[in-house]
């Protein structure tokens, strides 16, 4: 069992910055990639960005150049700093484990609300 704890949402002005952080704890050493999704009222929730273990990220070309996630694999955290934040990033963030132990399994924060006002 994995859970995580997310922090660091809130809101912020078009163009600020919001810097969210995800702790693991549990079976932290079965984690494999680490990653950040987030679901707008009325959508579907999406990938925004995601890391593997040994830090390779990838990034939904909706937020490239402006977002980098990172990983403290001493600290079980993984980050995800914003910037140039725009109305359309406001969703409720999600922070997400996957673990291989025993097939895929997927893990889910609870969530942390980032609205960016005009």
């Known amino acids: 069992q994995v859970q995580l704890v997310e922090s660091g949402g809130g809101l912020v002005q078009s163009g600020g910055s919001l810097r969210l952080s995800c702790a693991a704890s549990g079976s932290k050493s079965s984690i494999s990639n680490m990653g950040w999704y987030r679901q707008a009222p009325g959508k579907q929730r999406a990938l925004v960005a995601i890391i593997t273990s040994g830090g390779n990220a990838n990034y939904a070309d909706s937020v490239k150049g402006r977002f980098t996630i990172s990983r403290d694999n001493a600290k079980n955290t993984v980050y995800l700093q914003m910037n140039s934040l725009k109305p359309e990033d406001t969703a409720v963030y999600y922070c997400?484990?996957?673990?291989?132990?025993?097939?895929?399994?997927?893990?889910w924060g609870q969530g942390t609300q980032v609205t960016v006002s005009s």
């Open positions: 997400n484990a996957i673990t291989f132990a025993s097939g895929r399994y997927d893990y």
